[in-house]
């Protein structure tokens, strides 16, 4: 049965920091690996997909890894700002979705 | 990317009753479409996967009869909470994919989410 942990649960940074949160789930046999931001009260914005076959994937200041034998990913934001400020999930799967408890991230202006 | 909306956007009512909730996919056909709940400060979790056409596939711990799904069109499913008591106030989300069967990996595209209180 997948798993998916993140750490840490909860994370305040000054803005301007680089900030690393990470994602680890149990099997290994994955097609998808997906990092999603949640606003309070709000959908899921989709932020970046890594496809099984992928190391890597980025888009601006975000820049998410997948180490499949390790069975991790980790998703990298840089110069982090107030407006990221927002809970981001980390998601397994193609089919059923299996999505971890988030990291709560608060940006200090 | 493709869209996926969801009606209402919030909806409050009393014990006992039953609310249905909509999921469409804007600009795409999807075959599948999946149902999801998350309560306060927990992530989502699946409930049911709706096939176009064909029953739901329930989680386990999911009440079929309570929880009813229905995938009319390739563009529709529908959650009716029948009955409905606190305990299932939470937020439902819906998801659609994009891909057709043989493709290397069918994205799911989220809705905005529906906020279901029942007093």
């Known amino acids: 049965k997948q798993e998916v942990t993140q750490i840490p649960a909860a994370l305040s940074v000054p803005e301007g920091e680089n900030l690393v949160l990470n994602c680890s789930f149990t099997d290994s046999a994955i097609y998808n690996l997906q990092w999603f931001r949640q606003d309070p009260g709000k959908g899921l914005t989709s932020l970046l997909l890594i496809q099984s076959s992928q190391r890597e994937q980025t888009s601006g200041r975000l820049n998410a890894s997948l180490d499949k034998s390790s069975g991790r990913s980790t998703l990298y934001i840089a110069a982090s700002q107030p407006g990221d400020s927002a809970t981001y999930l980390c998601a397994v799967g193609d089919d059923k979705i299996i999505f971890g408890k988030g990291t709560r991230l608060h940006i200090l202006p | 990317g493709a869209v996926v909306s969801q009606h209402p956007s919030w909806v409050i009512c009393k014990s006992g009753t039953s609310v249905k909730i909509e999921c469409r996919s804007l600009d795409f056909q999807a075959t599948t479409m999946f149902w999801y709940r998350q309560f306060p400060k927990q992530s989502l979790m699946l409930m049911a996967t709706?096939?176009?056409?064909?029953?739901?596939?329930?989680e386990q711990g999911v009440e079929k009869d309570k929880f009813l799904i229905n995938h009319a069109s390739l563009t529709l499913s529908t959650l009716t909470v029948t009955s409905a008591h606190p305990e299932d106030s939470s937020f439902y989300i819906c998801?659609?994919?994009?891909?057709?069967?043989?493709?290397?990996?069918?994205?799911?595209?989220f809705g905005p989410g529906t906020r279901l209180t029942v007093l």
């Open positions: 998801s659609a994919h994009a891909g057709t069967s043989g493709q290397t990996y069918n994205e799911q595209f």
């Open positions: 709706s096939n176009e056409g064909s029953k739901a596939t329930y």
